[in-house]
């Protein structure tokens, strides 16, 4: 028998209900509109049939499918407004409609609420569906709500009896049953309800004030608003969307980190607790199997996960969220997992992750990588592709001026052209991700390092390690790559690269400016040479090495000028337009001679070279005319490198060229560089009252002790012949300086004034035996970068500083298997014709195409003989035939020896002749 609310439904639609039941705060809809149902005794589908419209009533058994949380239409609010006597805004309110453009999108047509973290099902409090009877929070479908801060307790998973979850996909509500919302809803494999009453489900409960209650709440409030602008966040406010996907993200990480075996994570959160019977569950356990699957995350793993990532995205600074991030890759390192960039980072889709975990790898990143993902800065962030404008404003040497302020001054700096080729190989690696062999290619550093067998930006890199100057080194160059990236060059020095300079400065140009200028004896054909590999170098920005002039006029023996102190203002003058001309015939008409960015960018910085603009010029440019003074001497005088001189007098050349010629200056003595060095006052303070032996002053000064004796006399100051020790070299000091303090033999002979032979010879009367110098290399490292990271030991050798056989025979003796080295194999096909031009026409030896190639040697000595091509011999190979040759002439000068011992051979020639 139908029923009046039936009857009345079917004859007039939507009327108001016989009986009210208010919505309970933050309910969802359909939780409401079941308990409605429930207490009118009515299937759901009949109960949706009278309360919706009449265009859904047809089917009343296929209104269970529809899923009125996520929407509602217009006719449906109403209808349902009318018939229950509840405002149309407060019915809204049950539904995803206030979440909408928050947490996610509500899909109108699919009636889905669609989130970047999917979660399909509802977790509940048992106190709450008791206390309410039945009664469902919308805020339970949330993958983030885990916790109840009414009952501070975790929210529970599932049903305890069927061990299934109360799922919130379209038709969690039966059609044709009447809704008892209380009851576990699972359907088992025969069809039945399993009903168990879901109140009595156990949970965990929490403290007041416990961590996950907190975390909970933070994470409430953050998501009430639709920018989040707290903790690192700060400075760069997010959506909401964005702060969750992170949130994911991050969550999910330390739940994947947290060791099974390990449970003080839980314990120290709520010591006491029945949390650990909770991690012990059958649930908690298959999810930390196999954490990857689909399965849902349970409450207990999601709290510590969201409590862990809170506590990172709230952080003030990256620094401070770097070091909380610290135990998760640790605890990934000892799983056996990826910690390194490319696995964690998450290429921009998630900024803030990835400023995060580049922070706090950064220790055990390269520089090249350091630089690629920006690592010194406020905010690093994943590196892009590389950029076709960046090849085009840096050159392949770095501006002189930079180089300058970059480098050290330190004598072991190399070749100039080198060093600054490395420097621009790190400003191009400043957010690029190409490889090493790419930007070498690219900024034709690869012929370079080729030609001296080596990587100039390996040399700039532990140049820089050894001095301690690196983090604002990195800082410099970062600056100066967004300044490019901002400004681009004037000067496109990827087409410079390309032109061909050997028609730079013809000689019927230099002939008229040598005839027009006093030079004095110079060589007019050598000076011209030199002044074009000036002007290519000025022009290219490529090293000397690669001029096309070098190889035809080798540079004089003993030749003391250099083309810098030829350029007065009216030849400077000459070269550049010679050099504009020069750069027309290429089609260059928009662009300078040269250029170079401001210095301004790093004035705050404190780098490790001078600052050239506060050198004095006017007196540079006099020590080098009045003495008249090399270059190397004009900077010895003032302190500072050759490259500094140089640079500053090409910026303010000289008023007239140096005209020395064959008169070459007296090239100073020991003595006279002495004497600048080491005062008379100070060495008689230092040998009459300190009592320091003139070996020690030498070796203080770095003078040899013969000349400070030579000092002395010519100051009058009495040599002591016995040097009075500041304190007896006994076995227990020297035994704990040398041994346990580990100082060397020089630093302790230099503090008792004997040289360090003599003190080698007393720590062996004493018994004290010499140290075994053993690199600084520790086995979980090689481990954790050879096993690991898959790295090669030639990278990890120069990383550490040692050679490949070194740190080879170190893994041996700590157990290490170690790898056969793969085969090198060709990068780019090689052609009999490109084989045939490099080997016949260009007349290059096997030895320097290998490099190009990248193949071994014996490799195109194969593919020469399939080719049918003729090798040549070596010159070494040259040289020791003609060495046996002569001994078998020697041999064949006595007749009756050759003929006794090979008479075949003295035949011949006898025929021959």
């Given at each position: ?5 039936e009857m009345?439904?079917a ?8 009986l009210?039941?208010?919505?309970v ?10 308990a409605?149902?429930?207490c009118?005794?009515l299937?759901?589908?009949k109960?949706?049939?009278v309360?919706?419209p009449?265009?859904?009533?047809p089917?009343?058994?296929s209104?269970g499918?529809?899923?009125l949380t ?23 309110a ?12 509500v ?5 889905q609420?669609k989130?970047s973290?999917p ?10 569906v008791?206390?309410s009877h039945g ?11 885990f916790?109840c ?11 305890p009896?069927?061990?299934h ?7 969690w509500l ?7 919302p209380?009851l576990c ?5 025969d ?10 489900t156990s ?13 909970q ?13 707290a903790?690192?966040y ?5 959506s ?5 996907a ?5 969550a999910?990480?330390f739940?994947?980190?947290?060791d ?5 994570v839980?314990t ?5 607790s ?7 569950s ?10 990857k699957?689909?399965r849902?995350?349970?409450a207990?793993?999601a ?5 862990s990532?809170?506590?990172v995205l709230?952080c003030?600074?990256v ?6 991030m610290?135990?998760l890759?640790a605890?990934?390192?000892?799983a ?11 290429r ?7 400023a995060?975990?580049?922070?706090a790898?950064r ?9 690629r ?5 406020p905010l690093p962030?994943?590196?892009?592709k ?13 501006w002189?001026d930079?180089?300058?302020r ?13 060093t ?5 190989m790190l ?6 991700r ?5 930007m ?19 040399r ?8 301690g100057?690196?983090p ?7 600056r ?8 681009p ?5 990827a087409t410079?690269?390309r ?11 230099w ?11 110079l060589d007019?054909?050598?000076?011209g040479?030199r002044?074009?590999?000036?002007m ?9 090495d ?9 540079e ?15 030849i400077?003058d000459r070269l550049?337009?010679i050099?504009s001309?020069?750069l027309q015939?290429?089609?260059i008409?928009?662009e300078?001679?040269a ?7 790093v004035a705050?910085l ?22 008249p003074?090399?270059?190397s001497?004009?900077?010895?005088g003032?302190?500072v490198?050759p490259?500094v ?7 303010s050349?000289?008023p ?5 010629g064959?008169?070459r ?11 600048l060095?080491l ?21 203080y ?8 004796k030579?000092l002395a006399?010519?100051?009058g100051?009495?040599i002591?012949?016995?040097s ?11 035994y ?20 360090p ?5 007393r ?8 140290r075994?110098?053993?690199?600084p290399?520790?086995e979980?490292w090689i481990?954790?970068e ?28 700590l ?6 080295n793969?085969?090198r ?12 031009a490099?080997?016949v026409?260009?007349n290059?030896s096997?030895?320097d195409?290998?490099?190009?190639f ?5 490799t ?5 003989n ?6 040549r ?13 002569g001994?078998?002439?020697?041999q ?8 006794e ?5 003295f ?5 021959t002749r």
């Amino acid at each position: 028998m139908a029923t009046a609310v039936e009857m009345s439904g079917a004859r007039l639609g939507p009327r108001t209900l016989p009986l009210g039941i208010m919505p309970v705060p933050g309910e969802a809809l359909e939780s409401w509109l079941a308990a409605l149902a429930q207490c009118l005794d009515l299937q759901w589908g009949k109960f949706l049939s009278v309360i919706l419209p009449r265009s859904l009533v047809p089917r009343p058994h296929s209104l269970g499918r529809l899923d009125l949380t996520a929407h509602l239409t217009e006719a449906e609010l109403r209808s349902i407004s009318a018939a229950t006597g509840v405002d149309a805004a407060f019915i809204e309110a049950l539904t995803w409609r206030r979440f909408d453009g928050l947490v996610g999108t509500v899909d109108v047509a699919q009636r889905q609420m669609k989130m970047s973290w999917p979660f399909r099902r509802f977790r509940f409090c048992p106190e709450c569906v008791a206390d309410s009877h039945g009664r469902w929070q919308l805020e339970w479908r949330l993958p983030w709500v885990f916790a109840c801060q009414k009952h501070f307790r975790l929210l529970a998973d599932s049903c305890p009896a069927c061990g299934h979850t109360q799922r919130t996909s379209r038709g969690w509500l039966r059609g044709d049953l009447v809704p008892a919302p209380e009851l576990c809803r699972a359907t088992a494999p025969d069809g039945s309800r399993c009903g168990h009453l879901l109140s009595a489900t156990s949970t965990s409960a929490l403290t007041k004030g416990h961590p996950f209650l907190k975390a909970q709440a933070a994470l409430s409030n953050i998501l009430s608003d639709a920018t989040v602008a707290a903790g690192l966040y700060g400075t760069m406010p997010a959506s909401t969307k964005q702060f969750l996907a992170d949130l994911r993200l991050l969550a999910m990480r330390f739940a994947e980190a947290i060791d099974p075996r390990e449970r003080t994570v839980i314990t120290s959160l709520h010591p006491g607790s029945d949390l650990v019977a909770v991690w012990d569950s059958v649930e908690v356990r298959r999810w930390r199997a196999s954490p990857k699957t689909r399965r849902t995350v349970p409450a207990l793993i999601a709290a510590v996960g969201i409590t862990s990532a809170l506590e990172v995205l709230l952080c003030r600074s990256v620094d401070e969220a770097a070091t909380r991030m610290q135990p998760l890759l640790a605890t990934r390192r000892q799983a056996g997992n990826s910690v390194y960039n490319g696995a964690l980072t998450t290429r921009n889709r998630n900024p803030v992750i990835d400023a995060v975990t580049v922070r706090a790898l950064r220790d055990s990143m390269g520089p090249l990588d350091q630089l690629r993902y920006r690592a010194w800065e406020p905010l690093p962030r994943w590196s892009r592709k590389l950029d076709a404008s960046a090849l085009r404003s840096i050159p392949t040497c770095l501006w002189s001026d930079w180089a300058i302020r970059l480098l050290p001054p330190d004598r072991r700096t190399g070749r100039r052209g080198a060093t600054r080729a490395g420097l621009a190989m790190l400003l191009l690696a400043v957010g690029n991700r190409a490889s090493e062999p790419e930007m070498a290619k690219n900024l034709a550093i690869a012929r370079l390092a080729a030609k001296h067998a080596e990587n100039p930006w390996i040399r700039v890199r532990l140049l820089l390690r050894d001095h301690g100057w690196w983090p604002n080194v990195a800082t410099a160059l970062t600056r100066l790559a967004d300044h490019l990236a901002d400004h681009p060059s004037p000067i496109d020095y990827a087409t410079r690269r390309r032109l061909d300079y050997r028609k730079l400065l013809p000689d019927n140009d230099w002939r008229e400016i040598f005839a027009s200028t006093d030079f004095g004896n110079l060589d007019c054909a050598h000076t011209g040479q030199r002044v074009r590999n000036w002007m290519f170098e000025r022009i290219s920005m490529l090293p000397a090495d690669m001029s096309p002039f070098t190889a035809r006029n080798p540079e004089p023996a003993g030749h003391v000028l250099e083309p810098i102190e030829l350029l007065a203002p009216p030849i400077a003058d000459r070269l550049d337009t010679i050099a504009s001309r020069f750069l027309q015939q290429h089609r260059i008409v928009d662009e300078p001679v040269a250029w170079s960015p401001p210095l301004s960018l790093v004035a705050d910085l404190d780098l490790p070279g001078p600052d050239v603009e506060a050198l004095n010029i006017e007196v540079l440019h006099q020590a080098i005319l009045a003495g008249p003074r090399s270059i190397s001497g004009a900077a010895e005088g003032m302190g500072v490198r050759p490259r500094v001189v140089r640079h500053l007098l090409e910026r303010s050349p000289l008023p007239q060229p140096v005209c020395r010629g064959q008169q070459r200056p007296k090239k100073p003595t020991r003595l006279d560089r002495a004497r600048l060095r080491l005062p008379g006052a100070e060495l008689a303070r230092l040998h009459e009252q300190k009592k320091w032996s003139l070996y020690a002053i030498g070796k203080y000064f770095g003078i040899d002790s013969d000349v400070v004796k030579q000092l002395a006399v010519e100051q009058g100051i009495v040599i002591n012949l016995v040097s009075v020790l500041p304190k007896p070299v006994d076995a227990e000091w020297l035994y704990r300086e040398y041994i346990v303090n580990e100082r060397t033999m020089e630093d302790i002979a230099l503090e008792v004034g004997i040289s360090p032979w003599t003190l080698r010879a007393r720590a062996s009367e004493l018994g004290i035996h010499k140290r075994r110098v053993t690199p600084p290399i520790s086995e979980a490292w090689i481990y954790q970068e050879y096993m690991v990271n898959k790295r090669s030991l030639t990278d990890m050798a120069l990383d550490a500083g040692v050679d490949r056989q070194v740190l080879a025979r170190r893994a041996h003796n700590l157990g290490i298997p170690v790898r056969r080295n793969p085969p090198r194999r060709a990068t780019s096909v090689i052609t009999r014709e490109r084989f045939y031009a490099e080997y016949v026409t260009k007349n290059r030896s096997l030895r320097d195409m290998e490099r190009d190639f990248e193949v071994s040697h014996g490799t195109l000595r194969k593919l020469a003989n399939g080719w049918g091509i003729p090798l040549r011999r070596s010159r070494q190979r040259q040289a020791t035939l003609a060495t046996q040759t002569g001994r078998t002439r020697s041999q064949r000068s006595d007749p009756e020896r050759q003929s006794e011992k090979r008479p075949h051979v003295f035949n011949r020639r006898s025929q021959t002749r």
